[in-house]
């Protein structure tokens, strides 16, 4: 196939599937989120449909063929579950691995017998920190709630004063870290560098959860004073097994796909030769397949065996991990679908020309979009995934580095002002016995204390690299 060829295919591939001009095309998305939004909050669909209703939505509205539109979703679900299924398959297995041989439990038990009085925050919120990297938020909350109540009522303290720093933890690593699946999502959609982004969002992400945990805790204390609630203590993991894996082989299992993707990134920065055998080691060692696939092998004999794990249970883990992110990897697809049908009615381009128009800094324009979404579905997934559809086109341009601070800027946006449409805010609200008003107070301050300073710490670093 000669070269022509290729370029003419090319072409045909990114040829938009409307020619509506920039006012049509502004209405139609407007009309998409917002039939995205209706659905999820006032009919309470679940996401995955509304994102689907709502890409063909857009479709309609921007004048594309019903066939066209069609074919543009399913391109783009399809390319999304491809790059970052397997990833969220592999982190809800290490996760599980994590919690049922009570090497979670481990290290935070480990912490906490090293800390005492005024360092107990911050021994919180290292251990939601470290905890964080591997699992889904919800999971996480699950996991942590027991040791938050635990430390609260034995050592006396106020509960936001606990509480806060490991939700402050969780969060963040949520928004900002990859293998989460919103981070992963936005560098799929941008083409951001995994391991540059990886790194840069451990720079932004400990002062971020620095101010929003121990520091924010001192006046969410003040605020909302509440004793833990006078109800049973959930029962852990551990409780029931009779030995459990040790604190340095759990560490180095979660810590393991972290270390290879810097150090990829690190080897790409100082070799930064494609014929080099050493890069070329570590663009496989350190992509984030292997990275993850080798930290779940490594798991099954530093996390599964320890705990007198047979073969058989460990066989059943890894199936009881993969059933519950069914849900996630359709919402995430979904939002790669709409992700596409926006690339594809040409609304990249018209974000493109209203950036330049309206001289809106790229990264903060990510920003207020992400949290625009946010604060309409109550989901920072949709948020991120929607946002990363509509910005992609201004990466084009970018650096390495700029591109994965557009990722960044996205996932600060996306965890904007948790309140009433958020699962994470009836999660925490119940878990902690607080009223509407006492969450609002908390939890959803917060929030937008994450989202805030992880948005100036991005455009921050904008300014300096």
């Known amino acids: 196939m000669t070269r022509l060829s290729v370029e003419m295919l090319a072409a045909d591939a990114v040829e938009p599937i409307t020619s509506a001009g920039h006012g049509r095309l502004g209405i139609a998305v407007l009309a998409g989120i917002a039939v995205i939004v209706l659905l999820i909050t006032k009919f309470k669909l679940h996401a995955f449909l509304a994102l689907t209703i709502g890409s063909l939505a857009l479709g309609a509205f921007a004048g594309a063929p019903l066939d066209k539109a069609i074919a543009s979703f399913t391109t783009g679900l399809g390319s999304t579950v491809a790059g970052v299924g397997v990833l969220i398959a592999l982190g809800a297995i290490l996760g599980k691995m ?18 005492r009085g005024r360092s107990m ?4 919120v290292l251990i939601a920190s470290v905890i964080g990297l591997p699992l889904f938020f919800e999971v996480g909350v699950v996991l942590l709630i027991p040791v938050v109540l635990m430390v609260a009522k034995r050592g006396n303290y106020s509960l936001m004063r606990i509480g806060i ?38 720079l932004v992400a400990i002062p971020t959860v620095i101010i929003a945990g121990p520091v924010f805790s001192r006046f969410a204390a003040r605020w909302v004073d509440v004793p833990a609630p006078d109800r049973m203590i959930p029962q852990r993991a551990s409780d029931e097994l009779d030995k459990r894996p040790s604190f340095g082989a ?4 979660i810590l393991l796909p972290v270390v290879l993707m810097l150090a990829k990134a690190l080897v790409d920065i100082v070799v930064d030769d494609p014929e080099s055998t050493v890069q070329r080691v570590f663009d496989v060692i350190g992509s984030p397949l292997i990275a993850l696939l080798a930290s779940v092998l490594l798991g ?28 996630i990897l359709l919402i995430v697809g979904a939002g790669g679908g709409f992700k596409q049908t926006l690339i594809d009615s040409g609304v990249g381009q018209m974000v493109l020309d209203i950036s330049e128009d ?7 324009l990510a920003w207020l979009i992400a949290v625009a979404i946010r604060l309409a579905t109550g989901s920072a997934t949709v948020a991120t995934v929607s946002a990363a559809g509509l910005v992609a086109p201004l990466a084009a341009d970018m650096s390495t580095t700029h591109a994965a601070l557009l990722v960044l800027a996205i996932g600060a946006g996306s965890l904007f002002f948790s309140h009433v449409n958020d699962a994470g805010f009836w999660l925490v609200k119940e878990y ?7 969450t609002i107070k908390t939890w959803s301050v917060m929030e937008t204390i994450i989202s805030v300073v992880a948005g100036a710490f991005v455009l921050l670093l904008s300014l300096i690299i």
């Open 98 to 115: 994590l919690a049922d041989s009570g090497g979670a439990d481990q290290v935070v038990d480990t912490i906490l017998a090293k800390a």
């Open 121 to 124: 925050p911050w021994a919180m």
């Open 165 to 202: 720093p490991a939700l402050a933890g969780l969060s963040v690593m949520h928004g900002l870290v990859p293998p989460h699946p919103g981070p992963l999502v936005a560098i799929d959609a941008v083409q951001a560098n995994l391991g540059v982004t990886l790194a840069l969002g451990v």
């Open 250 to 253: 759990t560490l180095a299992t």
């Open 300 to 327: 099954i004999f530093t996390l599964a065996r320890p705990a007198g794990f047979s073969r058989e249970r460990v066989s059943g883990m890894v199936e009881k991990g993969l059933a519950p992110i069914a849900g």
């Open 358 to 364: 309206w001289s809106i800094p790229a990264l903060l």
């Open 432 to 438: 902690f016995g607080l009223s509407v008003g006492q």
